[in-house]
């Protein structure tokens, strides 16, 4: 049905893959020229990303896709985004992709879903800051419905071909399939810390047919909350490739960086933070495979996705702090790509709730006193 | 002979639970680290008349054979229960060396005695001035005829007050690298010459002591793994046992207390209080995913290397860290030692902060860890 699946040899075979892509692809000159333009990604990638199957990782076979498990994507992300190449796969391949598996079937869920294993649909899905449901009214028309309202917060906006928007019915929130160009349908832009695109969105009057209610009130509200778990598990995974890859950036600069005639590696107070930095690092390893083993079941999801978002965000946070510090003055700079990997730890780390948030869900769930 | 290998997990868990609740008293098992033997004897006994005292040793030596899973097993019900050590040192360390690097003569002398409790064993390594920097050590043993004589001072010896055998690393040879001229002798402590002395711990208790080597005579024969190889004997019985050092059952019995004083000190539904939990349990739940990845590593029959440093660290901080929030969540009871009133029960809140120094300090401090994986596994230079 839906498996996570833990086929090693699977996972060892996106592992190269996207090694290989990571690196023949990366160029940070043209990641600083993607800085604050749309979509904020290469779509030569994106198609080459398609070309793989890799917006299909997540969708059963059934419907067109590979039919592979959260392991397998997390694999994938967490070595692409060592060469920052990983979007616009987190919020397209995994949150829209799962919002959508997750939605009672249909001919426009499988036509979707086939759209976007083929890669020429790319959907994204329209909240609200903090996972809130977006501020969204559907008013039944007799004949189609009629939304109008505000998402300010719709990562993946930018390069999408349909939002998925969550509106309000009578008895709860529907999730409805618009097309990006629809009329009514306005984008305007904030830029995230790592100077990517994250769209807010305006509906005025957006007329739609009644077939394009892809999840009724209950259901809808089920597969967005289960999608959003899922994809902080994966996006726990592309926390840690940012925290493998800043920590191996920092050893590395220890390891040739000379002061007083020696290399600063050997100084017993830098060797202890990065001590320190590598233990962070091994907390993250086993929190985010805490979460994939913990994540098929959706009564554990929940925990499983707090656990390993909340660590790989604190990790990939603290560690892209500590790296600056570590390098030193030119860890400050612009020309250093130290800081492209710290802005996008901070992107990702806020992105579906930071380690604080998700304490807050863990106390909420009354875990703190179990 | 039972085989408890043969066991499901579950199963062996299960009787290691029955034999527990079955023999074990309850004066120890309030969680404290060490006893005394006239305390502890009773326990000490069932074990070895019942077959459960040795989990590691071979069979045919009085042990039970277990494989590592299933003694990580049997040391998780031990903590379960709040077990304290008994005289582990024969046990945990003298048997397996002997029987890694003694003689058949050594093997047969000295195992039974550990089993029938005729010996009782302490560890003479730490000194004055040897204690992380332990091959620092100046206790030293010069051969005469075909003894030893031994002059030194060994410090922080743990059930020295009670044991009646002491094994000890002397240097016998000055004129090489220190690591390279030290020997590992088993010396009996009732002769003239061996004083110790106690010494009372921060939290009041009299578990170590000083032992002072005078003209100590051991036999040649007492010389285990060869003369001038003690430094790896010693480190030969640094292995398994580290990983236990790194499981969460201290952290966790920590933790139930911090949950238990939170509620008495009415700061239960404080949401700073409850972020600040949430943090630690959080914190301790990884640090069991770590440790149950560790212990999948070993039941897979894989070996372990310099992974057991960062659990150290992790689970001795953890555990440390829970005891500060339970003394800081007392306020100002926190601030009163014994057992503390509360409106509904009491609590010993200095007990547990103090008791919690000290593993971050034996068995290498967390400082001299990360010493070791900054070099070993961070590559960073010397």
């Keep these: 049905m839906d498996p996570i699946s833990t086929d090693d040899s699977m996972i060892a075979e996106l592992r190269d893959g996207a090694q290989r892509l990571v690196a023949d692809y990366t160029d940070h000159g043209r990641t600083r020229r993607m800085r604050r333009t749309l979509p904020g990604h290469d779509l030569e990638l994106a198609a080459t990303f398609a070309e793989l199957g890799w917006f299909g990782v997540l969708v059963p076979e059934a419907d067109g896709g590979i039919g592979l498990g959260l392991a397998e994507m997390a694999t994938l992300v967490r070595e692409l985004e060592k060469g920052l190449i990983a979007e616009p796969l987190l919020a397209q391949a995994v949150l829209a992709a799962r919002v959508l598996v997750h939605a009672p079937a249909g001919p426009a869920r499988s036509r979707l879903l086939a759209g976007l294993a083929a890669g020429e649909i790319r959907p994204a899905l329209a909240l609200d800051f903090d996972d809130a449901l977006p501020t969204v009214t559907a008013t039944d028309e007799g004949e189609g419905f009629r939304l109008s309202g505000t998402a300010l917060s719709v990562a993946g906006a930018a390069g999408a071909t349909h939002l998925l928007v969550p509106a309000q019915l009578d008895k709860g929130y529907g999730l409805f399939l618009l097309p990006a160009d629809a009329p009514g349908i306005t984008l305007s832009w904030l830029w995230r810390a790592d100077d990517s695109p994250l769209g807010q969105l305006t509906l005025t009057g957006v007329t739609v047919p009644d077939e394009v209610l892809l999840a009724p009130p209950m259901a809808a509200e089920a597969a967005i909350s289960r999608a959003l778990d899922e994809t902080r598990v994966v996006a726990a995974g592309a926390l840690l490739g940012l925290t493998e890859h800043m920590l191996a950036m920092t050893l590395e600069y220890m390891g040739i960086r000379r002061q007083y005639d020696q290399l600063i590696g050997s100084f017993q107070a830098l060797q202890h933070k990065a001590v320190d930095l590598y233990i962070e690092k091994e907390r993250a390893v086993a929190a985010l495979g805490f979460g994939l083993s913990r994540a098929i079941d959706p009564t554990t999801l929940p925990l499983a996705a707090l656990r390993a978002k909340g660590r790989c965000s604190e990790a990939a946070s603290r560690i892209a702090r500590e790296a600056i510090q570590l390098h030193g003055a030119i860890g400050f700079t612009e020309e250093h790509d130290l800081g492209l990997y710290v802005k996008r730890a901070l992107t990702l780390s806020a992105w579906l709730g930071n380690a604080g948030e998700q304490r807050r869900r863990f106390v909420s769930m009354g875990l703190a006193l179990a | ?382």
């Design chain 2, 1 to 382: 002979m039972q085989d408890w290998n043969a066991l499901s997990d579950e199963a062996f868990r299960a009787a290691a639970r029955q034999f527990i609740e079955t023999h074990c008293p309850a004066h120890i098992r309030r969680g404290e680290e060490h006893v005394r033997w006239e305390q502890s004897q009773g326990w000490y006994k069932a074990m070895a008349a019942h077959g459960w005292l040795a989990p590691g040793w071979p069979v045919e030596h009085g042990g039970m054979g277990l494989k590592q899973a299933k003694h990580l097993i049997y040391l998780e019900e031990w903590a379960r229960a709040g077990i304290s050590r008994v005289m582990e040192q024969g046990v945990l360390n003298v048997g397996p060396v002997l029987l890694a690097h003694g003689t058949p003569e050594q093997v047969a002398h000295y195992l039974p005695r550990i089993v029938s409790a005729e010996h009782l064993w302490c560890q003479g390594f730490s000194e004055p001035g040897a204690g992380s920097d332990l091959a620092a050590l100046r206790t030293e043993a010069r051969i005469d005829g075909d003894e030893f004589i031994i002059n030194g001072h060994k410090i922080w010896t743990s059930g020295a007050v009670d044991a009646n055998h002491i094994f000890v690393l002397a240097r016998t040879d000055k004129n090489v690298r220190k690591q390279a001229g030290i020997s590992f002798i088993l010396v009996d402590m009732r002769q003239p010459g061996v004083t110790v002395k106690p010494i009372v711990t921060i939290n009041g208790d009299a578990e170590f002591a000083e032992v002072f080597l005078d003209d100590v005579r051991a036999p040649v024969a007492n010389l285990v793994g060869g003369l001038n190889n003690g430094w790896k004997v010693a480190q030969s019985l640094l292995g398994f046992e580290r990983v236990w050092a790194g499981s969460p059952h201290m952290g966790r019995q920590a933790m139930d207390r911090l949950v238990r004083v939170a509620r008495l000190a009415g700061r239960d539904r404080d949401p700073v209080t409850l972020d600040r939990i949430a943090q630690l349990q959080i914190d301790l739940a990884d640090n069991a995913e770590m440790y149950e990845r560790l212990a999948q590593e070993i039941r897979a029959g894989h070996s372990f290397g310099f992974e057991v440093s960062t659990l150290k660290i992790v689970a001795t901080e953890t555990y440390a860290r829970i005891t500060e929030l339970t003394q800081e969540i007392a306020a100002e009871r926190g601030g009163l030692g014994g057992e503390v009133p509360f409106d509904e029960g009491t609590a010993d809140l200095l007990r547990d902060y103090l008791t919690a120094r000290a593993p971050m300090i034996y068995g290498g401090t967390v400082q001299i860890h990360r010493n070791i994986l900054a070099k070993r596994v961070l590559g960073l230079p010397g």
